[in-house]
């Protein structure tokens, strides 16, 4: 009998806007219910349906506690949530079956027993100094090779192996074709560790009804010792807080350069982690440019799929991809991206008048001078695409005294448009101009109204002052005097992160690194 699948809705809630459903508890109805969804809103556009029953909020199994307790996970969960649902007929066909909801892939009860979804099981030894903890077996009339003679206790038992489990394949080779002496020197060769794929005789027999070719693609992963990592982060300040590398010699994107106490560090990355997916998406076909692409696409949250060196060669020599373990761990549905659900109306800061609004849609012309430690900031971009902006602006430093801020978008170099040059020209008409540079700049929602409106980016926005209007460390102490208070010690502080060229994405010709 099928499996009963969950669905995995991701909703994302702006500012102003509610999720677009109400959380209901019903008399005579069980299970949390989705009800009165908004036409167009958040809910109904993911693919929510009146009546559907939360399983879990951000991972957490639902289905046993009270509405309030429910409805408070969601809050607590802030502006985004993840839901697992599953649709009305299906949660009461479950139920009436006592399946096991707890778990993704559960399938109905047998004699009031819950049963997992059968399949084959990847299996990953170390050698100890007794051995494996196993022999094989095989006899006629017998397809294949078995498992035989498992020690309690032992590697092979420790590993997921059972007696009379059938060996499909080793270190990502079938070897439903070879000899018992073949597969015994495949063994041998094999080292300190190996990896099986094996089939125990009921999984073997359902496949073989269903006309299904068993491979390591149909295996759990749940026996392997070391797991993928799925980092769930929301974006600060600074960023996600690393930087996403191609090694040279080394295939795949790379987590490098963690700051301290980032979102990222929190999410628990590790440096050198190989990156596998973002927000369900597999990444290892694309260019480092469709990654980086990938990652802002997700706006101020990103969910990433990472495995250390041990897991990655771990997977690498079953010859499957870690995706596995996603699509395990999230029931072979749509990926989650950790996101929301009730009508809860988030908090509306008031306002601005227009006229205000439209004073404020203005440049600035921030001239300075380069010290021995530059001018103080990073650009960024990426490279071979059009568009700069300012990161890691040093407070006190010779941008931060002009009137840089982070996120600010370079519209001119020395009086010189860049909005259709690629990051590597910008970064080499910044380091051409010497030891003085201007910069005409607009912070996002000041460069995104204009655009909207068709209105060029130039001083001449600046007004009658335009000519004047340039922020020097003298104008900013003018305007911004309380900003520069804190940031007048008797030496500048020096950069968090060391750089050479204090403009630069890219430390060399050998890798590329982008800031997230």
Request: proline share 5%; net charge neutral; hydrophobic share 35%.
């Amino acid at each position: 009998m099928a499996g009963y699948k969950q669905k995995v809705i991701a909703l994302t809630r702006r500012q102003g806007q509610t999720f677009g459903f109400f959380l209901r508890a019903e008399y005579g109805e069980d299970g949390h219910l989705i009800r009165c969804l908004e036409m167009g809103g958040p809910a109904e556009l993911a693919g929510m349906k009146d009546g559907d029953r939360i399983l879990r909020v951000n991972g957490t199994f639902v289905d046993g506690l009270t509405h309030s307790e429910v409805v408070d996970l969601v809050r607590d969960s802030g502006a985004s949530v993840t839901f697992h649902i599953m649709d009305a007929a299906s949660y009461k066909k479950a139920t009436a079956e006592r399946v096991d909801l707890s778990d993704p892939q559960a399938r109905p009860a047998a004699n009031g027993v819950a049963r997992e979804t059968l399949k084959p099981k990847l299996c990953y030894l170390v050698k100890s100094s007794s051995g494996y903890g196993f022999s094989l077996r095989s006899a006629r009339g017998e397809q294949g090779l078995f498992m035989t003679e498992v020690t309690p206790g032992g590697v092979a038992e420790k590993a997921g192996v059972k007696a009379n489990d059938r060996l499909l394949e080793v270190n990502g080779e079938n070897t439903e074709g070879a000899t018992h002496e073949q597969v015994v020197e495949k063994i041998k060769a094999a080292g300190s560790s190996i990896m099986f794929l094996l089939v125990d005789e009921e999984t073997n027999r359902y496949y073989q009804n269903k006309r299904i070719k068993l491979g390591a693609g149909l295996a759990t992963v749940k026996h392997l010792p070391h797991k993928p990592r799925i980092a769930n982060m929301t974006k600060g300040s600074d960023g996600y807080g690393f930087f996403l590398r191609v090694e040279p010699n080394q295939t795949g994107h790379f987590i490098k350069g963690i700051d301290r106490g980032s979102p990222a560090e929190s999410a628990g990355l590790k440096d050198m982690d190989r990156l596998v997916a973002v927000n369900g998406q597999e990444v290892d076909d694309c260019t480092h440019d469709q990654v980086v692409d990938r990652v802002r696409q997700r706006g101020y949250k990103c969910c990433l799929l990472v495995v250390d060196k041990d897991t990655d060669k771990m997977y690498t020599m079953a010859g499957v991809s870690p995706m596995l373990f996603w699509e395990e761990m999230n029931g072979l549905t749509a990926p989650p991206s950790y996101t929301e659900a009730v009508h809860l109306p988030a908090p509306v800061r008031p306002s601005t008048p227009v006229k205000e609004r439209e004073e404020e849609l203005k440049p600035k012309l921030c001239k300075m001078e380069k010290t021995s430690a530059g001018y103080g900031f990073h650009l960024n971009g990426i490279q071979g695409v059009c568009g700069q902006y300012i990161k890691e602006v040093v407070k006190g430093g010779a941008a931060h005294r002009a009137g840089l801020e982070d996120d600010d978008i370079v519209v001119e170099v020395n009086g010189v448009n860049v909005e259709k040059s690629t990051h590597e020209e910008a970064v080499a008409m910044i380091r051409s101009s010497g030891s003085s540079l201007v910069l005409l700049v607009a912070t996002k929602s000041v460069y995104d109204q204009l655009k909207a409106k068709g209105v060029a980016i130039t001083p001449l926005l600046l007004g009658q002052t335009s000519s004047v209007q340039v922020h020097t460390p003298a104008t900013v102490q003018a305007s911004k005097e309380e900003r520069l208070e804190e940031a007048r010690p008797e030496t500048p502080p020096a950069p968090r992160r060391e750089r050479t060229p204090s403009v630069s994405s890219s430390s060399s010709h050998e890798s590329i690194d982008e800031r997230l």
